[in-house]
Protein backbone atom coordinates (compact mmCIF):
# COMPACT_ATOMS: atom_id res chain seq x y z
CA UNK A 1 0.00 0.00 0.00
CA UNK A 2 3.24 2.38 0.64
CA UNK A 3 4.18 1.95 -2.71
CA UNK A 4 0.91 2.88 -4.36
CA UNK A 5 0.65 6.19 -2.08
CA UNK A 6 4.31 7.15 -3.16
CA UNK A 7 3.73 5.80 -6.96
CA UNK A 8 0.18 8.48 -6.69
CA UNK A 9 2.31 11.24 -4.83
CA UNK A 10 5.17 10.70 -7.66
CA UNK A 11 2.52 11.13 -10.61
CA UNK A 12 0.86 13.74 -8.88
CA UNK A 13 4.20 15.78 -8.80
CA UNK A 14 4.40 15.07 -12.24
CA UNK A 15 1.23 16.64 -13.54
CA UNK A 16 1.50 19.27 -11.24
CA UNK A 17 4.98 20.08 -13.21
CA UNK A 18 3.84 19.71 -16.30
CA UNK A 19 0.97 22.05 -15.66
CA UNK A 20 3.24 24.65 -13.76
CA UNK A 21 6.01 24.43 -17.04
CA UNK A 22 2.41 25.08 -19.83
CA UNK A 23 1.24 28.02 -17.27
CA UNK A 24 4.53 29.37 -16.92
CA UNK A 25 5.07 29.01 -21.09
CA UNK A 26 2.00 30.82 -21.19
CA UNK A 27 2.66 33.87 -19.12
CA UNK A 28 5.98 34.42 -21.12
CA UNK A 29 3.96 34.10 -24.11
CA UNK A 30 1.53 36.87 -22.98
CA UNK A 31 4.51 38.72 -22.05
CA UNK A 32 6.14 38.62 -25.45
CA UNK A 33 2.49 39.26 -27.29
CA UNK A 34 2.01 42.45 -24.72
CA UNK A 35 5.31 44.07 -25.96
CA UNK A 36 7.10 43.30 -22.39
CA UNK A 37 10.48 43.71 -22.20
CA UNK A 38 11.75 40.03 -21.04
CA UNK A 39 13.43 39.17 -17.90
CA UNK A 40 16.30 36.12 -17.35
CA UNK A 41 13.51 34.02 -15.68
CA UNK A 42 11.47 34.32 -19.07
CA UNK A 43 14.05 33.72 -21.24
CA UNK A 44 15.14 30.46 -19.21
CA UNK A 45 11.69 29.70 -19.59
CA UNK A 46 11.53 30.02 -23.54
CA UNK A 47 14.80 28.00 -23.36
CA UNK A 48 13.40 25.25 -20.95
CA UNK A 49 10.40 25.00 -23.38
CA UNK A 50 12.29 25.14 -26.70
CA UNK A 51 14.58 22.09 -24.90
CA UNK A 52 12.36 20.39 -24.00
CA UNK A 53 10.60 19.66 -27.01
CA UNK A 54 13.69 19.47 -28.81
CA UNK A 55 14.83 16.26 -26.35
CA UNK A 56 11.62 14.70 -26.96
CA UNK A 57 11.64 15.44 -31.03
CA UNK A 58 15.23 14.39 -31.69
CA UNK A 59 14.34 10.40 -31.04
CA UNK A 60 11.72 10.61 -34.01
CA UNK A 61 13.86 12.85 -35.76
CA UNK A 62 16.49 10.23 -35.76
CA UNK A 63 14.18 7.39 -36.63
CA UNK A 64 12.76 9.34 -39.57
CA UNK A 65 16.82 9.64 -41.01
CA UNK A 66 17.02 6.15 -40.68
CA UNK A 67 14.08 5.03 -43.18
CA UNK A 68 13.62 4.89 -46.32
CA UNK A 69 11.69 8.81 -47.17
CA UNK A 70 8.68 6.40 -48.53
CA UNK A 71 8.48 3.91 -45.66
CA UNK A 72 5.21 3.52 -44.05
CA UNK A 73 6.69 3.39 -40.61
CA UNK A 74 9.01 6.78 -41.64
CA UNK A 75 5.24 8.33 -42.69
CA UNK A 76 4.11 7.20 -39.09
CA UNK A 77 7.39 8.61 -37.16
CA UNK A 78 6.58 12.04 -39.02
CA UNK A 79 3.32 12.19 -37.77
CA UNK A 80 4.00 11.26 -34.38
CA UNK A 81 6.48 14.25 -34.96
CA UNK A 82 3.75 16.64 -35.78
CA UNK A 83 1.70 15.44 -33.25
CA UNK A 84 4.35 16.41 -30.71
CA UNK A 85 4.71 19.82 -32.24
CA UNK A 86 0.89 20.31 -31.79
CA UNK A 87 2.08 19.88 -28.43
CA UNK A 88 4.31 22.71 -28.13
CA UNK A 89 1.89 25.90 -29.35
CA UNK A 90 4.33 28.25 -28.54
CA UNK A 91 7.38 26.85 -30.53
CA UNK A 92 7.64 29.38 -33.18
CA UNK A 93 7.19 32.69 -31.18
CA UNK A 94 9.75 31.35 -28.93
CA UNK A 95 12.40 30.83 -31.21
CA UNK A 96 11.70 33.74 -33.16
CA UNK A 97 12.29 35.71 -29.44
CA UNK A 98 15.36 33.12 -28.64
CA UNK A 99 17.07 33.82 -32.69
CA UNK A 100 17.11 37.57 -31.86
CA UNK A 101 18.01 37.44 -28.13
CA UNK A 102 21.49 38.62 -27.23
CA UNK A 103 23.76 36.91 -24.63
CA UNK A 104 23.15 39.83 -22.37
CA UNK A 105 19.35 39.32 -22.36
CA UNK A 106 19.56 35.53 -21.86
CA UNK A 107 21.80 35.82 -18.81
CA UNK A 108 24.81 33.54 -18.05
CA UNK A 109 23.18 30.52 -17.05
CA UNK A 110 20.92 30.75 -19.97
CA UNK A 111 23.04 30.76 -22.41
CA UNK A 112 25.03 27.76 -20.85
CA UNK A 113 21.69 25.93 -21.39
CA UNK A 114 21.10 27.02 -24.82
CA UNK A 115 24.85 25.75 -25.51
CA UNK A 116 24.20 22.23 -24.02
CA UNK A 117 20.30 22.41 -26.07
CA UNK A 118 22.13 23.70 -29.41
CA UNK A 119 22.78 19.89 -30.05
CA UNK A 120 19.52 18.82 -30.74
CA UNK A 121 18.05 19.26 -34.31
CA UNK A 122 14.75 20.61 -33.49
CA UNK A 123 16.71 23.57 -31.41
CA UNK A 124 17.25 26.23 -33.16
CA UNK A 125 20.29 27.83 -31.48
CA UNK A 126 21.29 31.54 -32.01
CA UNK A 127 24.26 33.26 -33.51
CA UNK A 128 25.35 33.61 -30.86
CA UNK A 129 25.68 29.95 -28.77
CA UNK A 130 28.06 27.58 -28.82
CA UNK A 131 27.15 24.33 -30.29
CA UNK A 132 29.65 21.45 -29.10
CA UNK A 133 31.37 19.36 -31.15
CA UNK A 134 33.65 16.47 -30.98
CA UNK A 135 37.11 18.06 -31.72
CA UNK A 136 38.28 14.16 -32.70
CA UNK A 137 35.84 14.86 -35.71
CA UNK A 138 36.47 16.09 -38.59
CA UNK A 139 34.37 15.06 -41.45
CA UNK A 140 31.60 12.32 -42.54
CA UNK A 141 32.45 9.39 -44.60
CA UNK A 142 31.33 8.66 -47.62
CA UNK A 143 31.68 5.66 -50.14
CA UNK A 144 35.07 5.91 -51.37
CA UNK A 145 37.25 3.39 -53.15
CA UNK A 146 40.34 1.54 -51.82
CA UNK A 147 43.23 4.00 -53.26
CA UNK A 148 45.09 0.48 -53.86
CA UNK A 149 42.72 -1.02 -55.21
CA UNK A 150 42.13 -0.74 -59.20
CA UNK A 151 38.27 -2.77 -58.07
CA UNK A 152 35.72 0.68 -58.37
CA UNK A 153 33.42 -1.42 -56.03
CA UNK A 154 36.02 -2.39 -53.11
CA UNK A 155 34.92 0.23 -50.72
CA UNK A 156 37.60 1.45 -47.68
CA UNK A 157 34.74 2.98 -45.80
CA UNK A 158 30.97 3.77 -45.86
CA UNK A 159 27.77 5.36 -43.75
CA UNK A 160 25.58 7.40 -44.09
CA UNK A 161 26.61 10.33 -41.74
CA UNK A 162 28.75 8.76 -39.54
CA UNK A 163 31.46 11.06 -38.31
CA UNK A 164 34.66 10.04 -38.09
CA UNK A 165 38.06 11.86 -38.20
Known amino acids: MN ?6 IGLI ?15 VNDRITDGETLTQ ?9 LG ?7 PLQDAIDNL ?20 YPYYDAFNRVLSRSTKAEVGEDNV ?4 AYAKYFWFTAPDWASVETDPEVEGLIEEMPSPDSTLSDEVVAQGDGVAVK
Request: with cysteine.
Open 112 to 115: AKTD
Open 41 to 49: EDYSVIIDY
Open 68 to 87: PADSEEAAAKTGELADLRLK
Open 3 to 8: RFRLLM
Open 13 to 27: GLIMASCSSSEEAKR
Open 52 to 58: NFAEKAQ
